[in-house]
């Protein structure tokens, strides 16, 4: 079995693998994989490669049903996904399942060319209330699947499943039932009521249409065990859906960290570390942050936060928590200096310096008592790493990730059978966006970048690649130029999604990002991208991709040998 396991990864194009790992998850990155399993089925088919041609049809048939599973009030997608799985099943030497029938019957009642203008201005004011009305009212008139698939959007990003229940409840027909099955149980889902959700995913089993959909579910269900303390069935579920899916890599990491105990490993490292934030009027917040940081396990930590010219209660704040900590220092400026240059006067104090570990945290952020423990761990299991990342949640709707490890995007990484792109220029992959985390990231990975908001360095390697870039100022970007930095040194960066930690700079879709700040970000990345030319993108792609695919394959090799799933 262990040799069946490797065999069909290694088989699988390199240019299809790499895009299994950067994601196996997330309806927009599962179709771009069929997509790509897909020609590369059609390529395997002309030079009469009839095996592999099927492994690769199989993966783009399972990867369109399990987009659509995730976000299956988008009936575009279902459009799709009815358009790629006519031009498979045959060639596949299948007929149209139910499945794929039912979706060909509701596909055309999708239409996001409406006018939004009503809508949109009721989420500007925050009335997610109203806006969900003026949903269902909409669709009672135009009977237009959109309206129903932007309350679904609403569940996640505004923490309101109550919104999507109601919806579902007052619009319900028979035509549309099994989808709407679906969304009830995610809605139940959203609203952590576990034994509910279980039971509604379990009855899917006996439908004849929603029983395809059962394997993308598998993991979800096995989060929920987990969440509820129960690892046994949490591993039963993780197994069932290897065998069904072993071609994803999110269950394979997931196994792996379960059964090496890599889920809840903790570390304590000798030494000390700096606990280093900055902050500009945002004395609310800075407190709840503060008020977090005061309940964690800090051994041998000492706080450093440098106000940053606030005008407003941030002083009054800060000489509360100076009381109250073992070791915690201000850092008072007269002028607003920027988040890359704080982040380097911080580093650059003789106290700081002393120190073996460096932490940054923005000043907006809610951590779980564990927080440094289990990002030491991160160096426990990667020695070599740069820096160590978390898991980033909403704080309004923790379900919503707003970071997990960032990769570049797929054509970037020198993986035989890629495409090259006409223009090479830095991306991310933005995978963890894409749906509701449902545990698929919760794994340790090493990766392109982390989330610069709870990251820790060893002090050494952080003065080796050297201070923040300021052409950063005044923020967004300078914590993902250093992580490409690290690369160039071979430091690769590691994501710790065991540990999770809220963020409160809330995103709900991005309504509430102004204009100003969108500017500076484009502008920003546009920078980052002419810093990189494709000398320095290839060298590091090369070196990622290197380190991507050896950790894989050694957690596979692993998870072969030592679970029980039978292929």
Aim: proline residues 5%.
């Amino acid at each position: 079995m262990e040799s069946d396991w490797l065999t069909l990864w290694n088989e699988i194009p390199a240019h299809v693998r790499v895009r299994l790992l950067i994601g196996s998850t997330g309806s927009t990155q599962l179709f771009h994989i069929a997509e790509t399993a897909l020609r590369s089925a059609s390529e395997c088919i002309e030079l009469q490669k009839l095996d592999l041609a099927q492994i690769l049809l199989n993966l783009t048939y399972t990867c369109m049903i399990d987009a659509w599973a995730e976000s299956p009030a988008n009936l575009g997608l279902a459009s799709q996904v009815v358009n790629v799985c006519s031009r498979v099943v045959p060639l596949m030497g299948k007929t149209p399942t139910p499945f794929v029938q039912y979706l060909a019957s509701i596909g055309g009642c999708y239409n996001p060319d409406v006018d939004k203008q009503y809508y949109s201005r009721t989420l500007q004011k925050n009335n997610i209330g109203k806006a969900a009305a003026y949903c269902s009212k909409q669709f009672t008139n135009t009977s237009n699947f959109f309206w129903l698939d932007k309350v679904h959007e609403l569940a996640l990003q505004d923490n309101r499943p109550d919104l999507l229940k109601a919806f579902l409840s007052d619009n319900v027909t028979s035509e549309f039932e099994p989808m709407f099955r679906l969304l009830q149980a995610e809605a139940t889902y959203l609203a952590h009521e576990y034994s509910q959700a279980e039971a509604l995913y379990k009855a899917m089993e006996e439908d004849s249409i929603l029983v395809e959909c059962i394997p993308a579910f598998l993991p979800r269900r096995a989060e929920m065990f987990y969440r509820q303390g129960d690892r046994e069935r949490c591993m039963e579920m993780l197994r069932k859906a290897a065998q069904e899916r072993p071609l994803s890599g999110h269950i394979i990491y997931r196994l792996y960290d379960m059964l090496t105990g890599a889920d809840t490993a903790f570390a304590t490292p000798a030494g000390s570390t700096a606990i280093l934030l900055y902050t500009y009027n945002k004395a609310d917040v800075l407190d709840k942050t503060l008020k977090s940081l005061h309940a964690t396990d800090l051994p041998g930590s000492r706080v450093f936060v440098l106000d940053n010219a606030s005008t407003d209660e941030t002083d009054a704040v800060l000489r509360k928590y100076s009381t109250l900590f073992d070791d915690f220092n201000i850092v008072p400026l007269r002028v607003n200096i920027g988040a890359p240059a704080a982040r380097n006067w911080l580093m650059s104090l003789p106290e700081v310096q002393e120190c073996d570990y460096i932490a940054y945290l923005d000043d907006d952020v809610l951590l779980p008592e564990d927080w440094l423990g289990r990002l030491y761990a991160g160096f426990e299991r990667y020695p070599d790493a740069g820096v160590v990342g978390a898991r980033i949640a909403d704080a309004l709707s923790p379900d919503a990730l707003q970071a997990a490890g960032f990769h570049l995007i797929a054509p970037l990484y020198p993986a035989p059978g890629n495409t090259p792109l006409d223009e090479p220029l830095f991306d991310l992959a933005s995978v963890h966006s894409q749906s509701a985390d449902s545990g698929q990231f919760r794994m340790m990975q090493p990766c392109t970048t982390v989330m610069g908001c709870c990251h820790l360095f060893k002090a050494e390697t952080l003065n080796d690649v050297g201070h923040f870039d300021i052409q950063f100022n005044p923020t967004q970007f300078d914590d993902v130029d250093h992580d490409l930095r690290l690369s160039l040194l071979e430091k690769t960066p590691v994501y710790q999604g065991h540990v999770r930690v809220k963020h409160m700079s809330t995103l709900q879709g991005g309504r509430f990002v102004t204009s100003s700040k969108l500017g500076n970000s484009a502008a920003n990345k546009y920078k980052l991208q002419i810093k990189y030319p494709v000398q320095k993108l290839s060298k590091l792609a090369s070196f990622q991709y290197s380190v991507l695919e050896n950790d894989f394959f050694e957690k596979l090799e692993y998870v072969a040998g030592a679970s029980s799933v039978s292929l």
